[in-house]
């Protein structure tokens, strides 16, 4: 059974089109995590959540984008006005208080035309 | 900047022929090294966490160890369910945990 469910699988939008990508942690854990990877290039860090607020975000979360955890259990990602270059796999992760081993979702490929 | 180096892009192996993957890294003050295995189209699996020059970890037929600018990733007799890409990120100051930065990976084919 998957730690971390992400839900599409994969998302084709058309540029300047907002998508949700949703994330479902199984347990009921504090610390998430996206990532993005573009093809053929390395594993990005975007931003990690704690306690329900935004940690730390890299220079690639601007604001276009924004994440969320609306529910208590889903946790979001949501870009606002897709642009070509937001095309890539879309991870979400997440870890356990003291621990550094972090459980990454199967991913969500978004394609933006 | 920090900066993750992995080499070689790519390796290929008979079944059995033991072999290491190297990942140079610069930070300033590391705080933590993260090794992953990535399958295609899925996301990385966490195998180890190393925190100083020194620091070995085992997990079956692999080995990573750790000095003050580069990690190895030892794979002994490897078997073809290891074929993946095998992905090194660092972790330093004033990131936290995950706020790390990721090697571009070095991808293994292990022939049976």
């Known amino acids: 059974e998957p730690e971390v469910t992400q839900t599409p699988s994969h998302q084709v939008t058309q540029m300047g089109q907002e998508v949700i990508l949703r994330c479902v942690p199984i347990?009921?854990?504090?610390?998430f995590y996206w990532y993005r990877q573009i093809l053929g290039q390395k594993v990005e860090f975007l931003v990690s959540?704690?306690?329900?607020?935004?940690?730390?975000k890299s220079e690639i979360f601007d604001d276009q984008f924004s994440v969320e955890r609306p529910d208590g259990s889903n946790f979001t990602l949501k870009i606002r006005s897709t642009k070509l270059e937001d095309s890539a796999m879309y991870f979400c992760?997440?870890?356990?208080?003291?621990?550094?081993?972090?459980?990454f979702g199967q991913g969500t490929r978004l394609t933006v035309v | 900047e920090d900066q993750v180096t992995q080499s070689p892009e790519a390796l290929r192996l008979q079944e059995g022929e033991s072999s290491s993957l190297n990942c140079s890294y610069t930070?300033?003050?590391?705080?933590?090294l993260f090794w992953y295995r990535q399958d295609p189209g899925k996301g990385p699996e966490f195998l180890f966490t190393?925190?100083?020059a020194g620091e070995e970890k085992e997990k079956e037929r692999l080995k990573a160890t750790l000095t003050k600018k580069e990690s190895f990733l030892h794979i002994t007799a490897p078997k073809p369910e290891d074929s993946a890409t095998y992905l090194c990120?660092?972790?330093?100051?004033?990131?936290?945990?995950?706020?790390?930065?990721f090697g571009t990976g070095t991808k293994l084919q292990v022939i049976p």
């Open positions: 992760a997440r870890t356990s208080e003291g621990s550094t081993e972090a459980f």
């Open positions: 990120a660092v972790q330093a100051p004033p990131g936290g945990y995950q706020k790390v930065t």
């Open positions: 190393l925190y100083s």
């Open positions: 930070v300033s003050g590391l705080r933590g």
């Open positions: 347990s009921n854990h504090l610390y």
């Open positions: 959540f704690y306690n329900n607020e935004i940690s730390e």
